[in-house]
């Protein structure tokens, strides 16, 4: 099992994995669409674009930001930590952590009706707040899957995908401070330095941040094999 999923891995890397559009530059296939959706296959459109895998691209998604959320909560800033939307059933378990965004949270002035809507339509991977000499300072985390070589296209996106959220907040508490954490992992389990960095300042530090790290590498793995099944 071992040897086919590193086999798996690399056949990615190397842009070789047997996709319609691999076997078709080879004349082995008559088409280069993907056999599931229609749509042109590919290496990253097998393991993360393909709508009908959407169900386990999901779950691999849930599963990384569950050993996020759970170094977090382990973690120097752990008191922080308000709500997370990832894993809801294992997180749940571990930290007993809200999946929606509490109302206390959000700026006094701000309306019910508008924190309600937040509630049930903004819905981040994860919410720190805390509160220094009258000033609150609210942190959001999105995690994201992207291409190992190339993950500006998903960070870009990944920081678009909160505006709404976070100007309502600052209209309403303008001395607050709203920040947005984008968390990049590579499909088939590169960790990049920014990534690292960022999981530090998140508080998670000494053992547990290489333990996490290693953890997220060997999940993707896992995950390029699963999906690919």
């Keep these: 099992a071992q040897h086919r999923r590193r086999k798996l891995v690399l056949q990615y890397r190397w842009g070789l994995l047997p996709t319609n559009k691999v076997l078709h530059r080879y004349k082995l296939s008559s088409t280069d669409?993907?056999?599931?959706?229609?749509?042109?296959?590919?290496?990253h459109h097998a393991l993360s674009a393909c709508p009908s895998l959407s169900g386990a691209v999901t779950k691999r998604?849930?599963?990384?930001?569950?050993?996020?959320?759970?170094?977090?909560?382990?973690?120097?800033?752990?008191?922080?930590?308000?709500?997370?939307?990832?894993?809801?059933?294992?997180?749940?378990?571990?930290?007993?952590?809200?999946?929606?965004?509490?109302?206390?949270?959000?700026?006094?002035?701000?309306?019910?009706?508008?924190?309600?809507?937040?509630?049930?339509?903004?819905?981040?991977?994860?919410?720190?707040?805390?509160?220094?000499?009258?000033?609150?300072?609210?942190?959001?985390?999105?995690?994201?899957?992207?291409?190992?070589?190339d993950p500006t296209q998903q960070e870009t996106r990944a920081e678009r995908q909160h505006d709404r959220l976070m100007k309502a907040i600052q209209i309403f508490d303008p001395k607050a401070e709203v920040k947005l954490t984008t968390i990049m992992l590579g499909v088939s389990g590169c960790i990049y330095k920014k990534t690292e960095e960022k999981l530090?300042?998140?508080?998670?530090?000494?053992?547990?941040?290489?333990?996490?790290l290693k953890r997220l590498h060997h999940l993707a793995c896992r995950h390029v094999e699963e999906i690919w099944n």
């Design 33 to 43: 669409s993907c056999p599931l959706c229609g749509q042109q296959d590919g290496g």
């Design 200 to 212: 530090k300042e998140l508080g998670v530090g000494g053992p547990a941040l290489p333990r996490l």
């Design 61 to 149: 998604h849930n599963d990384a930001g569950s050993l996020i959320v759970q170094a977090i909560h382990e973690g120097d800033r752990a008191a922080e930590l308000v709500m997370s939307d990832v894993g809801l059933s294992r997180r749940c378990a571990i930290m007993k952590r809200k999946g929606r965004i509490p109302l206390a949270a959000l700026p006094k002035d701000m309306p019910n009706g508008m924190k309600c809507r937040i509630r049930s339509h903004c819905k981040p991977d994860a919410m720190l707040v805390r509160t220094e000499r009258s000033i609150k300072r609210y942190e959001l985390l999105e995690i994201k899957y992207c291409r190992d070589t």
